[in-house]
C-alpha cells in the first residue's frame, strides 16, 4: 500500500457547512495529515456522525469543498483511499461465516486479501473461528470484526465512529497501542469519534463538535 507524503494534508476542508431547517453544522477549516491521531468528541447529536458522513462521501457539504489528497472529493477516490467503521452491525449478512464476510467485504472494496495481515488481524482480534456464523457472534466480537475489516484494506485513512461500543477497557487499550503503531509506521492519518473520554491518552488532537 502506498501512504501519503506526510507533507501533504490527507485531508482538507475549506469553509464546509451543512445547513438544514433544524441543524446547522460548519462552517468547518482544517487539515488533517498523515501519522496524525485525531479525536472528535461532542455529545449525541453535536455533528460527530455528521463529520464522518461528509469524509465518506455519504453527505455532501452545502456550501465549501473537501479534498482527499489534494483532490476533490468523489466517492471513487473515497473508495480506494478511506476505511470507515461505525458501532452498527447491520451491514453483515448474519447467517454467513466469518471467512465470507471478510471475502465478501474485500471484493466489495475491490482488494487483494494480503494473507499474512489477515492472519495477524485475526489472531489480534482474538476471532474464534472463521467458520463460524455472524450471527452467532456477541456483539462485542462482531465489533472487533468491523474493526478488523476496515484495517485489513491498509487505509491510508482510518475513520471510526463509535468504535469502543461493546468493547472492555483492556481491549480498548489494546487497540489504542495497535492503531499508534500503524500511525507512525504506516504514516495512515486516524480519526475517530467519541461522545465520551474513555481515558486512553489517544489522540494527538482533539475537535470539539
Not at 433544524?22 to 461532542?42: A, C, N, R, S
Not at 449525541?44 to 456522525?49: H, Q
Not at 473508495?79 to 447491520?90: A, E, G
Not at 494527538?204 to 463538535?209: A, E, G, I, M, T
Request: proline share 5%.
Amino acid at each position: 500500500m502506498n501512504y501519503p507524503n506526510s507533507n501533504e494534508p490527507s485531508i482538507e476542508l475549506k469553509k464546509a457547512e451543512i445547513h438544514f431547517p433544524l441543524f446547522h453544522w460548519g462552517p468547518f477549516t482544517d487539515q488533517f495529515y498523515p501519522g496524525e491521531q485525531i479525536e472528535v468528541m461532542g455529545p449525541n447529536g453535536s455533528g460527530k456522525t455528521t463529520f464522518f458522513l461528509l469524509l465518506n462521501g455519504i453527505q455532501w457539504p452545502h456550501s465549501g469543498e473537501i479534498l482527499l489528497k489534494n483532490k476533490k472529493l468523489k466517492r471513487e477516490n473515497v473508495q480506494k483511499i478511506l476505511s470507515f467503521c461505525s458501532s452498527s452491525h447491520t451491514h453483515f449478512f448474519q447467517k454467513i461465516s466469518v471467512k465470507n464476510q471478510i471475502n465478501l467485504y474485500m471484493s466489495l472494496k475491490q482488494k487483494k486479501i494480503n494473507n499474512t495481515l489477515k492472519k495477524e488481524l485475526i489472531d489480534f482480534f482474538e476471532i474464534p473461528s472463521l467458520d463460524q456464523e455472524i450471527q452467532t457472534l456477541s456483539s462485542g466480537f462482531k465489533q472487533r470484526l468491523n474493526l478488523l475489516l476496515t484495517l485489513l484494506t491498509e487505509p491510508p485513512i482510518l475513520l471510526w465512529d463509535e468504535p469502543f461500543v461493546h468493547l472492555d477497557k483492556v481491549f480498548q487499550k489494546k487497540i489504542k497501542d495497535f492503531i499508534t503503531h500503524w500511525t507512525d509506521t504506516k504514516k495512515m492519518l486516524f480519526i475517530y469519534s467519541t461522545h465520551q473520554k474513555y481515558d486512553l491518552n489517544f489522540s494527538l488532537k482533539r475537535l470539539r463538535q
